[in-house]
């Protein structure tokens, strides 16, 4: 339960039980910011109820931290230092199936953060972004260089795996069941909403909708991505794999 502890302006503060003790850090904020993100969601997040949960003056929040931007930012890098791309690996392919996993599983743990991911930062040089945003980069590409993949190439698969991950979590956070313990499809996903006439296809796929798996949705659409990566490649003599262009339509 909180309790009260003295505040140097006056009158009294309530502290939160989970609040760190010893010296406040940057990072024991960000922590603590993610904790209330994670709880009550972005928009309840503010210094002040950040400097609550700290039981610190908000002062002391902007020593570490100069605005809610720059708290946002370090969350989106604190939660991408949760994912790790073991480069090392000789099975590109798995490799790239455990990251995705593991991207899942973090957004799991972490739904009501995840946009800022997608967000966080914008309109900053590659080279000036946190490590820890820039490590998953470093990761794949290494990973598939090594592997064999020109560089341009490993890029390119790179920014298509990510692609596909941000949009599945985000997707698979929006699949909401309106009524769980109903029967029906139609009543379950609330598509009776929907005026039939405009939407026969969704209200005829209701069931399908329903039967919605996040963990079987990301392993298809894996299997789709690394059989045209496998496919799409060939081998020159020199040995490095390469993408195929893709045949392209003729007017």
């Known amino acids: 339960m909180p309790t009260e502890t003295s505040d140097p302006r006056g009158g009294s503060r309530r502290r939160s039980p989970n609040a ?9 904020v960000l922590h ?4 209330l993100i994670d709880r009550d969601g972005v928009d309840a997040l503010s210094m002040r109820r950040l400097a609550e949960a700290v039981d610190r003056d908000p ?6 931290l100069p605005n809610k931007a720059a708290v946002l930012d370090g969350i989106a890098e604190l939660v991408l230092a949760e994912l790790d791309v073991d480069a090392s690996d000789p099975d590109w392919a798995n490799r790239l199936r455990v990251v995705a996993r593991d991207f899942r599983r973090l957004a799991l743990r972490h739904p009501r953060a995840i946009p800022l991911l997608v967000t966080r930062p914008i309109g900053i040089p590659l080279g000036s972004q946190p490590l820890s945003v820039t490590k998953p980069l470093e990761g794949v590409l290494a990973l598939l260089t090594r592997a064999g993949f020109s560089d341009t190439d490993a890029l390119h698969v790179y920014r298509a795996l990510f692609a596909y991950l941000y949009g599945h979590v985000l997707n698979e956070l929006q699949e909401v069941v309106e009524r769980p313990d109903e029967t029906d499809d139609v009543l379950r996903l609330g598509l009776y909403r929907l005026p039939l ?3 026969p296809t969704v209200r005829r796929l209701a069931p399908v909708l329903a039967a919605y798996d996040g963990a079987a949705e ?9 059989t045209g990566l496998t496919t799409a490649m060939h081998t020159p003599g020199r040995g490095s794999a ?3 262009p893709p045949p392209r339509n003729r007017r």
């Open 20 to 28: 760190p003790r010893g010296p406040i850090t940057r990072e024991t």
């Open 218 to 226: 990301l392993e298809r659409g894996m299997d789709i991505l690394l």
């Open 242 to 244: 390469t993408l195929a």
């Open 197 to 199: 006439a405009d939407f």
């Open 32 to 35: 603590a910011a993610l904790d």
């Open 59 to 64: 002062m002391v929040i902007y020593r570490h």
